[in-house]
């Protein structure tokens, strides 16, 4: 069955930028679209965004001018990078596989155990 | 932006105990709704989606309908693995988002 795991530094300081990796196995990442959600300490869950191996990708409008994603066919891995990061970007990262259903309608199926990234000098 | 507000915020509750979680939606969501369930630690796991399919593995105790802006996810004998917080989503317009989340404590 497909896993995800996260990985990435731990503590990043502000103004810095927050990168993480997806690993995925069990399945080819081309075919399927991928997103990462975070987790303030004691909050609910935010969703960043998605991409698809085909090009296509879709942001937060929250986070769309600190926020990339990429993929990497060759290692079956996805990434985030965070830019500028403050104490608000604090919080557990998940990536997630993102299944279609009617065409037009998503949601997440499998989730990575998450990651926690503090931002802190 | 589509905001998602679950009610209770948190309930106490016992085995056996039938549960609804209610959702509502600022807009006309069609039925773009899912429903995960997190508990302490660790990640979300699909209950529901398109407001009233249950995921793979999913036990027949959970089931989720509604359409519109009004969705709900019922327990129908809550078990004690059932504990935990609740969480609905909606994927119908861009930003997806997430409910606040509604805790289940005993």
């Known amino acids: 069955q497909v896993q995800l795991q996260e990985s990435g530094p731990g503590l990043v300081k502000p103004s810095e930028t927050l990168s993480l990796t997806c690993t995925v196995s069990g399945v080819a990442i081309r075919r399927h679209f991928w997103s990462w959600i975070r987790q303030s300490p004691g909050k609910g869950l935010e969703w960043i965004g998605y991409k698809y191996y085909s090009g296509s990708t879709k942001y937060n409008p929250s986070f769309e001018s600190r926020v990339t994603m990429s993929l990497d066919t060759s290692k079956n891995q996805f990434s985030l990078t965070l830019t500028s990061v403050s104490g608000a970007d604090t919080a557990v990262y998940y990536c997630?596989?993102?299944?279609?259903?009617?065409?037009?309608?998503?949601?997440?199926?499998?989730w990575g155990q998450g990651t926690l990234v503090t931002v802190s000098s | 932006d589509i905001q998602m507000t679950q009610s209770p915020s948190s309930l106490s509750a016992s085995v056996g105990d039938r549960l609804t979680i209610t959702c509502r939606a600022t807009q006309d969501i069609s039925n773009a709704v899912a429903w995960y369930q997190q508990k302490s630690g660790k990640a979300p796991k699909l209950l529901v989606y398109?407001?009233?399919r249950l995921g793979s593995g999913v036990p027949s105790r959970f089931s989720g309908s509604g359409s519109g802006t009004d969705f709900t996810l019922t327990i129908s004998s809550l078990q004690p693995e059932d504990f935990g917080t609740y969480y609905c989503f909606q994927d119908n317009t861009h930003p997806w988002m997430f409910g606040q989340g509604t805790k289940v404590e005993v």
């Open positions: 398109a407001a009233s």
């Open positions: 997630a596989r993102v299944q279609n259903y009617d065409f037009s309608h998503y949601y997440f199926d499998s």
